[in-house]
RNA sequence: CGGGGUGUGGCGCAGUUGGCUAGCGCGCACGGCUGGGGGCCGUGAGGUCGCCGGUUCAAGUCCGGCCAUCCCGACCA
């Protein structure tokens, strides 16, 4: 810690309203750099990188294949979609060339994925296809709002996918789900996160898909059904798409919620429109089936701060928190930090990330911080402790401390990490 | 974009009807005492009072414009 270039503070800017910038901030997780807009230090990266690992993992479990695209976009092809008129689509950034010609900063990549596999899908065999990134996406917000939760630039995975029919397509849009749902699974928010139903927008079917998490923070409002875990957006709750989906008006309740992913079926629309065809095995020259799946990873981060958080501060489940262990020392014996050496590189060698408070502060501010930083587990090593022989630990979950002997401690890491707490 | 609020050392704040070298706490540096939930004492560094212009003998304070920022609303593909 003595390394670590942020440090922790008492107080948030005062002009800093929503709880997972004032908690991050405090703890030297992200530095805003104006309305909107965020840079993330060393220990949000970390989370950021946790998180980005888990969406990856998912994505690759789906044969997606992980690539990146350029933020400055032409506008040629979104005219062709009829999309860069800023009467249309009023959040562009655009700029523009030393020759004039005019340039947008993305904000989605669906026309630019689109133009670019048309090189390479060619035949039914071509399909389907699936390609992800982890893109800044520019937004040019009216209002930027709730820390991290609506910002002007922001972390997504955006994923794409191409198929020979709706068949195909529905296959993939339901394993899609699926893999959604083991992603919020793995960074904790299953419980409460809803696979939910929202109006389709432009291009796209009758609905689309969201995932929502009920956090009193977040912008929307659904309508949940706990038993059948499902949710509908307040948008599309009306007496016609309850007796579409044949489902009871009077099983659903109202809740506040984060919107952390959505998914999105285009049908061949968008794919007639930038000319994506393929040639089924007649040999008959068809359009694509395509869809867009997005999950927005900075979000997700301010989601999961504002879902576990706490009054002493911020609280990671194990699996994106960006270190699993805060080892404090209490006291400069040289015993003490002969030991807190020991114990830390025991750790690291087993490859558990630790966070050594090496500072020489007192035990009041070094608990404060441990608690803020919202590290799993804090295990104290002090001449008390030296020479009790135990080992003297804290969840991070937990009000109390506890005392085990030095060879459980393993297993207690075990068990937070299958637990997630 | 409509409405409202706020800008004073890195952070949180005070500064009265305009008036004297712009204060306080935290943090920071140095010295000392401490040592299990942000401890204490002393010394010190650090400020174009958001910016530009105006009124006045005199502006942090009054007036105008601008900028930034936050909240409510609208928007959110």
Redesign the pocket.
Known sequence: MTKLFSK???????????LNAQLLIKAGYIHKE???VYSYLPLGLKVIENIKDIVRDEMNALDSQELTMTTLQEKELWEKTD?WDDN????WFKSELKNGTEVGFGWSHEEQVGNMVKEYINSYRDLPMSVYQFQNKLRN??????GIL?TREFIMKDMYSFAESEEQHKEFYDRVTESYHKVFDRVGLGKDTYFTFA?G???TDKF?HEFQTLVGAG?DIVYIDKKQKIALNKEVMNDDVLDLLKLKKENFEESVSAEVGNI?SFGSSKSETLGIYFTDKEGVSRPVIMGSYGIGIARLMGVIVEYFSDE?GLNWPYSVAPYKVILTT???DPDVLKEAETMYKNLTDKGIEVLYDDR??????K??????LGIPLRV?I?E??IKSGEL?I?RRSEKN?QYIKKDELQKVIETIKKNNT
């Open positions: 922790t503070r008492k107080t948030h800017p005062s002009d800093e309203v929503a104006m309305a909107g999309r249309n689509v009023d959040i917000e009216t209002r930027a709002k709730s609506r109006s927008g432009a291009f689309s912008e999105f002493n209490i006291g400069n020489d502060a007192r035990p009041g501010e608990f404060a911080d441990a608690d803020l104290v002090s008390k402790n003297e804290k401390s």
